[in-house]
């Protein structure tokens, strides 16, 4: 059975005295920056100038500086850019990580599919909230945390392990608890999920049912409210307390339409082609694609925002949210 790790697990004196930079000052960066921060740690921040990130840090009462700067000075280098553009930064900052100092992340993909190719010199390890930085950064004030996956990629110090659980204590996490996993499950799981599921699956669910609806002669109103709007009602059910309460909360009517079609909408060859990606993650394709596409110039990818951006049902929702103001004051 997995194990969880909680606070009596994890020991905040292994970070006395040392330093931590946060390369990136975006949700992620901004949050667990400041969670460390109030939990005691020393941190510096590091975030380009001019940005709008920039400002938010001098704002929280940083003082940013360069990425060769921020690793420099710090023991622990925490890479909170975005994947396509860590590497890039990694390479500027890689000869200012000296030895026994600790590269973290809280993503695997430039570690997995060998991006980063870091010294045997150097501790690696992961420590990734499972929740968007502003929980992370709500439940901590709110004297809670959100779960937090841990990994050890290298262990040059024999002190991993126990700098990641120091570290996910410093940003509330063991106060929900820890769960151990490895570079390359939680970069494909991730992955698997945005991709299958969370992403790709839920808006081309929702794009296609939408449409279907529209070309059947109903309202795009209609079909708005009842293949778009209505999800979040589902999902916080869902996110709360699980599908089969979600079941037993929806209308028996409801309840029966989902047994009786889903199977028939995600079927054997729906799951084939879930396996077909789930292969390419694991063998690479979808990285070495993403990778190329960033180096040439993100030209299919910026079509497809472009192209997704001007569909009816973006034109629809805009009109429709307008008439419910409580979504403005979120």
Same mark, same amino acid.
């Given at each position: 059975?997995?194990?969880?790790?909680?606070?009596?697990?994890?020991?905040?004196?292994?970070?006395?005295?040392?330093?931590?930079?946060?390369?990136?000052?975006?949700?992620?960066?901004?949050?667990?920056?400041?969670?460390?921060?109030?939990?005691?740690?020393?941190?510096?921040?590091?975030?380009?100038?001019?940005?709008?990130?920039?400002?938010? $840090?001098? @704002?929280? /009462?940083?003082?940013?500086? *360069?990425?060769? !700067?921020?690793?420099?000075?710090?023991?622990?280098?925490?890479? &909170?850019?975005?994947?396509?553009?860590?590497?890039?930064?990694?390479k500027?900052i890689?000869?200012?990580?000296?030895?026994?100092?600790?590269l973290?992340?809280?993503?695997?993909?430039?570690?997995?599919?060998?991006?980063?190719?870091?010294?045997?010199?150097?501790?690696?390890?992961?420590?990734?909230?499972?929740?968007?930085?502003?929980?992370?950064?709500?439940?901590?004030?709110?004297?809670?945390?959100?779960?937090?996956?841990?990994?050890?990629?290298?262990?040059?110090?024999?002190?991993?392990?126990?700098?990641?659980?120091?570290? $996910?204590? @410093?940003? /509330?996490?063991?106060?929900? *608890?820890?769960? !151990?996993?490895?570079?390359?499950?939680?970069?494909?799981?991730? &992955?698997?999920?945005?991709?299958?599921?969370?992403?790709?699956?839920?808006?081309?669910?929702?794009?296609?049912?939408?449409?279907?609806?529209?070309?059947?002669?109903?309202?795009?109103?209609?079909?708005?409210?009842?293949?778009?709007?209505?999800?979040?009602?589902?999902?916080?059910?869902?996110?709360?307390?699980?599908?089969?309460?979600?079941?037993?909360?929806?209308?028996?009517?409801?309840?029966?339409?989902?047994?009786?079609?889903?199977p028939?909408?995600?079927?054997?060859e729906?799951?084939?082609?879930?396996?077909?990606?789930?292969?390419?993650?694991?063998?690479?394709?979808?990285?070495?694609?993403?990778?190329?596409?960033?180096?040439?110039?993100r030209?299919?990818? &910026?079509?497809?925002?472009?192209?997704?951006?001007?569909?009816?049902?973006?034109?629809?929702?805009?009109?429709?949210?307008?008439?419910?103001?409580?979504?403005?004051?979120?």
């Amino acid at each position: 059975m997995i194990k969880v790790y909680y606070d009596d697990d994890a020991d905040l004196n292994l970070l006395e005295g040392t330093k931590i930079a946060i390369i990136g000052y975006g949700a992620q960066g901004r949050c667990q920056a400041l969670n460390l921060r109030d939990s005691g740690m020393d941190v510096i921040v590091s975030e380009l100038p001019g940005t709008a990130n920039y400002q938010q $840090a001098v @704002a929280d /009462g940083f003082s940013p500086v *360069g990425a060769e !700067e921020a690793a420099k000075e710090a023991m622990l280098v925490q890479m &909170l850019v975005q994947d396509h553009v860590q590497a890039a930064v990694y390479k500027k900052i890689e000869p200012l990580l000296t030895e026994g100092k600790g590269l973290i992340f809280s993503h695997g993909f430039n570690i997995h599919y060998n991006q980063i190719v870091p010294p045997s010199t150097l501790d690696v390890f992961m420590v990734a909230p499972k929740s968007p930085g502003t929980l992370v950064r709500s439940e901590y004030e709110a004297g809670r945390g959100v779960p937090c996956l841990i990994a050890v990629y290298q262990d040059y110090t024999k002190k991993a392990k126990d700098l990641a659980l120091a570290y $996910a204590k @410093a940003i /509330g996490g063991t106060r929900a *608890g820890v769960i !151990e996993t490895t570079f390359k499950e939680e970069t494909e799981t991730d &992955l698997f999920g945005e991709q299958v599921v969370l992403c790709g699956g839920v808006s081309e669910l929702i794009i296609n049912g939408f449409e279907t609806l529209v070309e059947a002669g109903y309202q795009p109103e209609m079909a708005y409210f009842e293949c778009l709007h209505e999800l979040k009602l589902i999902v916080d059910i869902i996110y709360a307390k699980g599908i089969a309460m979600m079941d037993y909360v929806v209308s028996d009517t409801a309840e029966y339409g989902d047994y009786a079609t889903g199977p028939r909408i995600i079927n054997a060859e729906t799951r084939e082609m879930m396996r077909q990606v789930l292969t390419e993650i694991q063998d690479g394709t979808f990285a070495r694609n993403w990778i190329l596409e960033n180096q040439a110039g993100r030209p299919h990818f &910026l079509a497809m925002r472009r192209k997704r951006s001007e569909h009816v049902i973006e034109e629809v929702g805009q009109r429709l949210r307008a008439m419910m103001p409580w979504m403005r004051e979120e």
